[in-house]
């Protein structure tokens, strides 16, 4: 008589046995989505000049629809989320990719700012339903010792998307114009949406919550050597009723305030430097070149911090490192503010590079603190709630953007010829991301020494 197939969870078999090429290739169609999504939302940002030369409007009458995309992503992020806990992250991601490179080509028809920003919020919420969705499945199809650097890797995906569409984007401006621009990339995404359908299920773990068995070990036997029956993952849930459970769902209160806190703030940090750093540095005797490369510094210090978070996050935790993270970013906010607030009025090379490189390599901080937190999300929110809880995270993570955005340049004229508002205000919203260590409940526990 054969004997009964043993039971454990998803994650348990997955831990047990080697990653095989199909989960690789899961996180990688992941990634490709998630470059597309930073090639479309960094794609006015590159042609606005053109655009706004087009529709001969200010840059700040223009701004309106800069500001359209990050308030769809915010909204895409917290409604996709939900979504994809509803329906599964496979068709989500499907419907995303399909919003916002439909939106990306329906904004070549654009024929003024306001059209513009009706199509950039439009496209936006495929921004954010794309991204919440990319990240909790690849972590779902993952074990716990690939998971972390796996996450906040895949966090780069948009800035490298909007590198590639810096590097080529103004040569394509230049051959087919800013619309046939949009076309170009819009119509290129949409092949994304195939290799979704190809490659992407849904997890086992997340069928499993959503009671859905038999597709849940179908799905198993892509990824799993052994005959195993799969058990739901009550993970982190107080609910009678199993598993099941949504994001704002009382045992989730902790990660949400902490998480909510800390992504903001983070967020707020980031957005006032990339924003705002050729403002504050040409007010300082740097040209327009100059200051836009410490913000270009930023932007690759930024990558590099991400990637590496993940590492030493398995290493040594997710408390200990935001609790550093948080700590060195009040610090380099003080030393910015400190440094340019006794620059004299005409700088030499030394000190013109100095500043640079404390500006540029700050991006390395507050990235990895974001990165890190969609490390801590995918790990502390059940699979029922995975997606919505990582919206909910990207949606807080707007209101800082946001917030920064459009305080920023407020606060530098509050403070005329010093910029201690400005970099006060960064150094107190610096102490705020330490919310996501000491509020938090449900940490990524350090990697435990062998004997």
């Known amino acids: 008589m054969a004997s009964k197939p043993s039971t454990t969870t998803f994650g348990d078999a997955l831990n047990a046995q080697p990653v095989k090429p ?15 999504d930073g090639i479309d939302l960094q794609l006015l940002g590159v042609v606005a000049p053109r655009v706004m030369e087009a529709f001969d409007v200010s840059r700040s009458t223009f701004g309106i629809a800069m500001m359209a995309a990050l308030i769809g992503f915010g909204l895409g ?20 990719a399909l919003v916002f490179s439909l939106g990306t080509i329906a904004a070549a028809t654009s024929e003024s700012v306001w059209t513009m920003a009706w199509w950039r919020l439009f496209a936006g919420l495929g921004f954010g339903g794309a991204y919440a969705n990319a990240l909790a499945m690849a972590g779902e199809w993952l074990p716990d010792r690939w998971r972390p650097v796996a996450v906040s890797t895949l966090a780069v995906g948009t800035p490298i998307g909007g590198t590639i569409v810096g590097w080529i984007g103004p040569d394509l401006e230049a051959a087919y114009g800013w619309e046939g ?35 849940a070990q179908k799905n198993a036997r892509m990824v799993l050597d052994d005959d195993v029956q799969l058990a739901a993952d009550r993970h982190h849930t107080d609910s009678e009723g199993g598993p099941q459970i949504g994001v704002l769902h009382r045992s989730n209160f902790r990660l949400n305030l902490g998480i909510g806190i800390a992504f903001a703030a983070s967020t707020l940090v980031a957005y006032g430097i990339l924003s705002w750093g050729t403002t504050f540095l040409t007010a300082e005797d740097f040209t327009l070149n100059q200051a836009g490369e410490a913000v270009a510094l930023a932007g690759i210090s930024s990558m590099i911090g991400s990637i590496l978070v993940g590492i030493v996050m398995r290493r040594f935790g997710s408390k200990l490192v935001m609790a550093v993270l948080s700590a060195t970013m009040v610090v380099w906010m003080l030393a910015i503010g400190f440094t340019i607030e006794d620059l004299p009025p005409l700088l ?13 390599l700050s991006g ?14 995918t790990h502390g929110y059940p699979p029922s709630c995975r997606s919505g809880g990582i919206g909910f995270g ?3 993570s707007r209101v800082g953007a946001v917030s920064a955005t459009g305080l920023g340049g407020a606060l530098l004229d509050f403070g005329g010829d010093s910029v201690w508002p400005f970099f006060g205000t960064l150094a107190a ?9 000491f509020v938090v409940d449900r940490h990524v526990p350090p990697l435990r020494e062998n004997g």
Do not use: H, K
């Open 22 to 36: 199909v989960q690789w290739a899961i996180v990688a169609v992941c990634m490709l989505v998630l470059v597309c």
């Open 77 to 96: 992020g917290w409604g996709g989320g939900w979504l994809g806990d509803a329906i599964g992250r496979r068709w989500t991601l499907v419907i995303a």
């Open 181 to 215: 621009t949009f076309v170009i990339f819009g119509l290129a995404t949409l092949l994304v949406v195939v290799a979704v359908g190809i490659v992407l299920r849904d997890s086992p773990s997340f069928l499993l919550a959503r009671g859905r068995a038999d597709q």
């Open 348 to 360: 030499d090379d030394e000190t013109r590079n100095n500043v640079t490189w404390l500006v540029g």
């Open 364 to 377: 390395f901080a507050f990235s990895a603190s974001i990165a890190g937190m969609y490390v801590m999300m």
């Open 394 to 396: 990207i949606f807080m």
């Open 429 to 437: 919203a610096s102490v705020l991301v330490s919310a996501a260590a």
